[in-house]
């Protein structure tokens, strides 16, 4: 069984945009080792937005290189597009999976209707690394709706997972990942203990939206509050204090040095130079029009 390691808090919180109100609960800069492949956690909101149908409020084109972007959509709507040609819509339940790879621009903006209606807004934004041979690979974009990601109910009645990528009970998500990861969206249920395998030397750990959930009398973890367990054993055991919203994730790391820059992220100080100036030269492609 992984024993729990530490409980990590968010490092501040800061508005991306004007659109997206983030709590960091970790980056590059901080644990990105010890929970490799997973780069950074931006958990936005929960955040009421009011109506607008003049106002388009998000972030504008920006670059990445070097890694993957995953936005898991709770509560809203995002329109994503990027200079790959990749972009789309997504709504409650939905997720988009945007590999920068050798570099692209991209914006995301609340989509249209949900700007209109307005309302609660709540997602999580995930950074996912790549490795050093891969870093370079060219940009691709996955959209993954509510309808594609399978649903399995967990035992004696704890609750149910959604599986965005990696296997649970036979049931595989239908994100396309660069190396082994599980990304599970679990519904918790008060009173029960939730018990799932995992890989034995793989990191892994469970950010919790909303509820709380104990891993003994002393340890408990809550809204905006992620527990990093050790890599050692090969199942996950909690108990579900309150009803949860919980993210699970664990992946094989990636044990290679880690050297990031604003929105690149490469292995070493010269590669980030040369984003930069590739960057600045056009060569990650054109804002999105």
Do not use: C
């Not at 329109?79 to 990749?86: I, M, V």
């Not at 972009?87 to 988009?96: E, S």
């Amino acid at each position: 069984m992984k024993k729990l390691d530490f409980i990590k808090r968010s490092n501040g919180r800061h508005w991306v945009g004007d659109g997206f109100p983030v709590s960091n609960i970790f980056s590059y800069s901080d644990i990105a080792e010890t929970v490799s492949p997973f780069l950074l956690l931006d958990y936005a909101g929960p955040h009421e937005f009011a109506p607008t149908t003049t106002h388009k409020r998000g972030v504008g084109p920006h670059p990445h290189r070097g890694f993957e972007t995953v936005t898991i959509l709770y509560q809203g709507g995002v329109a994503h597009r990027d200079s790959g040609g990749g972009g789309g819509v997504i709504g409650p339940g939905d997720a988009q999976w945007m590999t920068a790879g050798s570099g692209l621009i991209h914006e995301e903006y609340h989509s249209a209707d949900y700007a209109a209606q307005g309302g609660i807004f709540e997602a999580v934004q995930l950074w996912v690394n790549l490795p050093a041979k891969q870093k370079m690979t060219p940009p691709a974009y996955q959209a993954l709706t509510r309808a594609q990601i399978p649903q399995v109910a967990l035992p004696d009645g704890a609750g149910s997972a959604r599986i965005l990528a990696g296997e649970l009970d036979g049931q595989t998500g239908p994100a396309r990942t660069t190396t082994p990861m599980n990304v599970w969206d679990l519904r918790l249920r008060a009173g029960h203990t939730v018990n799932v395998a995992v890989t034995d030397g793989h990191t892994a750990s469970l950010f919790v939206l909303h509820g709380k959930i104990g891993f003994d009398a002393e340890n408990s973890v809550q809204s905006a509050e992620m527990a990093v367990l050790e890599r050692a054993g090969s199942r996950i055991t909690f108990t579900v204090e309150e009803d949860a919203t919980v993210l699970l994730l664990s992946g094989q790391p990636i044990d290679e040095p880690i050297v990031g820059h604003g929105p690149f992220v490469m292995n070493s100080v010269a590669e980030i130079e040369q984003a930069m100036q590739d960057y600045t030269r056009g060569r990650m492609g054109a804002a999105p029009q």
